[in-house]
């Protein structure tokens, strides 16, 4: 991916039961393709008991989804947009949104 989809970002679900979501990227594995989005893809995780959950039981949590599945959306126009690049005077890569044209780093 590059300088694709990065953690702290918003994205958009565009495919799947979460399709429409928005949420922010809590982590990234390039080498699988697939995000962690907060509050998306919510599986039940069965837990033993341990020091953060005393009890155990079931937890809801986070799982991957394809990157794929995603679409940027843009931190100046909010519309779901394909991420370009530019080289800035100083040599620095940003991305750019498709839409508007604006950096979005
Ligand atoms: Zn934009």
Redo the contacts with the bound molecule.
């Keep these: 991916m590059g300088l694709g989809i990065k953690k702290e970002d918003t994205i958009v679900v565009i495919a799947g039961a979460d399709k429409g979501k928005r949420g922010r990227v809590l982590d990234v594995h390039p080498a699988k393709e697939r995000l962690v989005i907060e509050g998306i893809h919510m599986i039940k995780k069965h837990m033993k008991p341990n020091n953060t959950y005393k009890q155990g039981g079931i937890i809801e949590k986070e799982a991957p989804i394809r990157i794929s599945n995603v679409m940027l959306v ?6 779901p ?1 394909r991420i370009g690049h530019k080289i800035l005077e100083n040599g620095v890569k940003v991305r750019t ?6 950096v ?1 780093d």
Excluded: I
Aim: net charge positive.
């Design positions: 843009c931190s100046k126009c909010d519309k947009t949104c498709n839409k508007c044209g604006e979005t």
